[in-house]
Every structure is written in C-alpha cells, then in structure tokens.
C-alpha cells in the first residue's frame, strides 16, 4: 500500500476534524512538529560530519573528559559525564561546548549532538547557571506541587541566571513536593520556602540546609558521614562518640533531651498470636 498523498491526508485531516466537531488543539512548533526539531530536514548536501582537530578546550576541561574515558573501554560510553563537565564550563552545551568535547572524545560533534538533545538535563539552548527542577509528578502533585512550581516560576522571573522548569518524578517521592536545585534534592517544601531557596542560590549559599535529603536522620548512623558528619541526635546517642555538635549541624535545631546520650531499649519479646485464641 502507497504513502496517502497530500490530497489524501487533508482528506483524512478533514474527516478527522468533522468527527470531533473542530480541529483538536494540539500546541504545535514552528515546522509544525509537537516536538521543537524534530520535522527539521536533513541537509543531504552536507559534507560528512569531522571530527574537529586543533580546537582550544580550557585545559581543566579537557583533563576530566579524559579522565571520564579512562574510566570506559569505549571511550564513547564518557560522552553524558564529559557533556555534563562541558555544561559546566560553558553553561550550556554551546557548539562551542560540543566542539571542544568532540575534538577531546574524537567523536564528531554530531554524535554528541545526538545524546545531547536526547537528555533533559543537558541544556541545548542558553540557560542559566543554576536549575531548579520542580517535580510535579502524582506522589508531589496530591502534596501542592503545582503551587509550589508556580510560586518559583513567579518569585524567578525575570532572572536570566535561575532556569526553573517542572520535572517528571525525580525519585524522591518520600519528600514530595521536592525540587532538585543545582542537583541537590531539597523538600518537602511550602511556598514560604520559596524566598530563602532563592535567596541562597543567589548568594551561593548551601541551599536550605534543614531541608535537604542528603542531610536527613536515617536508620543508618554511618549514612552520609562522609561528606556531612553524622546527625546530632546519633552521635550522642551512639557510646563513645563526640556530644559536641558540629555548628553546621545547627540546621537540625536543638538535640531533645531524651535523645542524649541514652541506648534505645530492647524491644520486648510479643506473645504469639494464634487464631485458635479467639474462639
Ligand atoms: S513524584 Fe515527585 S519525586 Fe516522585
């Protein structure tokens, strides 16, 4: 069976539209596609995309990609983690940006291209040097994320430097609504919020330190210790470790008494239950 010709498709189209009563509104790009690009046509006059050679890449720049495909046999599989580290320098990933990796990769610009517009998280376009992404999927939505998302969009307009922009479901769900603010997961948060968030990523500060996942009490005392020490309320309730609280862990608020320095008590062993009991 042949391709519907032009005549044939605004045949069907009409008929399409008669069965629904009016044109179905579908928001629609500039080439006519839902998705910005993708009826761009293909320039088969072209030369073969090449790698670029002699390109100035910032030397720190180049010795993370390099160092990101020494991590790989295929030094392909580095091109998210050296794009990413290019989006860094450049804010975004530029031409320029796509060169300078391309040129240190030996990949061409296209293939990077490719992977480049496929992620959310790569920006293809200017943005600005810090992202808030608001997740507005169900778990955050039912818990006022919609409103949340608005109240950023309002309180950042007109800032070139803030990009904010909604996400699916960024895996995070137990502290819904949350947003992801230059990668650090932050929530749950209210609208009131909003203004110290802001106010810390411009001033460069940690971003709501109370209220960041990386930073709540888990069952795990060891978790995070690395890079954020242990909670307070652990480390007096563990023997033998320090009961100074490190300033920075002041995000928590006061230790309560009960929770220093006292062993939880065992749990009492419960008598079985038998259904038998009942009857
Ligand atoms: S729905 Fe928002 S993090 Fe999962």
Redesign the pocket.
């Known amino acids: 069976m042949s391709a519907p010709d032009g005549a044939e498709r605004l045949i069907r189209g009409l008929e399409l539209e008669s069965s629904y009563g009016s044109a179905p509104s579908v928001p629609r790009y500039a080439g006519g596609s839902r998705v910005p690009g993708w009826d761009r046509a293909a320039d088969l006059e072209k030369d073969p995309a090449e790698i670029p050679e002699d390109i100035e890449v910032p030397e720190d720049l180049r010795a993370e990609i390099e160092g990101h495909m020494a991590n790989y046999p295929d030094r392909r599989s580095a091109a998210l983690p050296a794009l990413a580290a290019a989006q860094r320098v450049h804010g975004w990933c530029s031409p320029e940006a796509i060169e300078q990796v391309a040129c240190v990769m030996r990949v061409t610009p296209a293939y990077l291209e490719s992977v480049a517009s496929f992620y959310d998280m790569l920006e293809t376009t200017p943005a600005g040097r810090h992202s808030v992404y608001v997740?507005?999927?169900?778990?955050?939505?039912l818990r006022g994320?919609d409103a949340l998302y608005e109240t950023i969009v309002r309180a950042a307009e007109g800032d070139d430097q803030i990009g904010v922009r909604s996400f699916e479901?960024?895996?995070?769900?137990d502290?819904?609504?949350?947003a992801s603010v230059d990668g650090v997961y932050v929530g749950p948060l209210v609208p009131e919020d909003v203004p110290a968030l802001l106010d810390d990523l411009r001033a460069g500060r940690d971003v709501l330190p109370g209220k960041q996942l990386a930073r709540r009490l888990v069952a795990d005392p060891d978790a995070n210790s690395g890079e954020f020490g242990e909670h307070p309320v652990h480390r007096l309730t563990l023997p033998g470790r320090d009961p100074e609280i490190p300033p920075e862990r002041a995000a928590f608020g006061e230790v309560a008494d009960e929770d220093r320095g006292e062993e939880t008590a065992p749990l009492e062993p419960q008598p079985e239950h038998h259904e038998e009991d009942e009857s």
């Open positions: 997740c507005t999927n169900i778990s955050c939505s994320a479901c960024l895996g995070a769900c502290i819904a609504p949350m």
